[in-house]
């Protein structure tokens, strides 16, 4: 089969093979799509482009959120160098700033200053951007917890004993600032408020922090004090999601509120924290409502009223303007957006047919696999065509309204996206592997 000259959502089937999966593996890694270029010390820029305009996005620069999620799927499928040394530079970043943690601990800075908090985006040199940034960014930091844990407790990453004493710093900063009700800009670097994605995600990086402490090598390195810690804040955390789920924020200013937030898919995979935080429906209520009301014809919208890459968003606004720090004037940008044409991303399809593909695995419910199917299949879509000025099978950030038609806006590619396509590549290949396998 030659997969250049079909359309990719016929690449794959509910009769397809491994053998079918790591065709398409192969032939996408010819065609540079998982291209994951990594500076010396092992972090990744968010995005690769070459013009005038791109050198405006900054998405060259350092995003740790970014940055955790693509070393999490390299060490998912097997590649456990490249995310210990993605995890070791952030950790070697953090150490070189640890004043951000301390000064807002002991009350020498303003935490409500998002300059003053630990930077969440920054040069490739692990040397801080001077340009203001909406750095509150809890979800962030909870990804690097998160990441440093999960490798250290499998052995991958090495943590000394000031590393876990900087760890200890970032737990008492979030005990500082009351993270489980903290105003943040969390994943979309906008409004602050209280999002339940960040809360959930800090709350991961804290489980997987615990697990951690209580390891033979975290008894050697931390004391109980800081175990009863990551326990305080672990249930501070859970009571707030279970108040808050399945809604994103429920904060009474309707500029504000929140139902819906493609964000919270991040609580399914890879954090995996629901069954073990909420009580109730929300984990299921969750996917229904991305698929209800966030679904697009060709990808999934970050939430109801985004404005970010809206219709038209290059004649609307300059080069310098469309990736700006919209987080103190938001409203500026959302006069732009018309109704219903928000952006359509494509992060989330890959991930919702990892979910699904997970939860097959877990039930063999054959509705999970067709469901894991279809967003693989939407996923392989997403990728830029041949007529695309970015070239074919180009992963993009989002799909964008451009003269009524829907064409990758200019993060293309992004390696996030990437990433997770990648993923949903690894789980299908599991899935059709148990699906054959006698058991079954």
């Known amino acids: 089969m030659n997969l250049a000259s079909i359309a990719p959502t016929t690449w794959i089937d509910l009769e397809s093979s491994v053998t079918d999966v790591d065709r398409i593996v192969a032939f996408l890694t010819s065609q540079g799509t998982f291209r994951f270029p990594s500076l010396p010390n092992g972090l990744f820029s968010a995005a690769l482009g070459e013009d005038g305009e791109f050198t405006q996005t900054g998405y060259a ?8 999620h693509i070393a999490h799927a390299h060490w998912v499928i097997g590649d456990t160098s490249a995310a210990a040394k993605t995890a070791q530079a952030l950790m070697t970043f953090y150490h070189r700033y640890r004043h951000r943690f301390t000064d807002i ?32 960014q809890n979800d962030a930091l909870g990804y690097w917890l998160w990441l440093t844990s999960k490798l250290a407790l499998a052995g991958d990453l090495d943590l000394r004993a000031d590393d876990t004493r900087l760890l200890g710093d970032l737990l008492r900063y979030w005990k500082t600032i009351e993270f489980w009700h903290d105003e943040d800009s969390g994943h979309w670097e906008e409004v602050r408020k209280i999002s339940m994605s960040s ?30 810690l990551a326990r305080e804040l672990i249930q501070r955390g859970r009571d707030a999601l279970i108040a808050g789920l399945p809604s994103e924020c429920i904060q009474s200013d309707p500029a504000l509120r929140r139902n819906y937030d493609a964000a919270l898919l991040f609580l399914h995979y890879p954090m995996e924290i629901l069954p073990v935080t909420t ?48 987080s103190d004037n938001l409203e500026s940008r959302d006069r732009l957006l018309k ?16 979910i699904h ?43 964008y309204c451009e003269n009524g038609q829907w064409v990758p806006n200019d993060i293309t590619p992004l390696l996030w996206t990437q990433a997770n396509l990648r993923l949903a590549l690894h789980f299908m290949r599991q899935t059709i592997s148990l699906a054959r396998s006698p058991a079954s």
């Open 339 to 354: 109704p219903g044409m928000e952006a359509q991303w494509c992060l989330f399809d890959p991930i919702l047919s990892v």
């Open 105 to 136: 601990i002991e009350g020498r800075v303003d935490a409500s200053d998002p300059m003053q908090r630990p930077h969440i985006r920054f040069r490739g040199d692990l040397t801080e951007l001077s340009e203001k940034w909406s750095h509150a």
């Open 357 to 399: 593909g997970r939860r097959y695995q877990q039930t063999r419910n054959l509705a999970d696999h067709r469901e894991q199917l279809f967003r693989l299949q939407r996923s392989l879509a997403q990728m830029s065509t041949a007529q695309s000025r970015f070239g074919a099978y180009r992963c993009p950030e989002s799909h």
């Open 199 to 228: 809360i959930g995600v800090a709350v991961g990086g804290l489980m997987e922090f615990e697990r951690w402490l209580l390891s033979s090598a975290g008894l050697r390195t931390a004391g109980p004090s800081l175990v009863g």
């Open 279 to 326: 009580t109730g429906q929300a984990e299921s209520q969750i996917l229904e409502q991305v698929s209800q009301h966030l679904q697009g014809v060709i990808g999934i919208r970050r939430y109801l009223g985004d404005s970010y890459w809206c219709a038209d968003y290059k004649t609307l606004l300059k080069a310098d303007e469309r990736t700006a720090d919209f």
């Open 61 to 68: 620069n350092i995003w740790v959120r970014d940055n955790v």
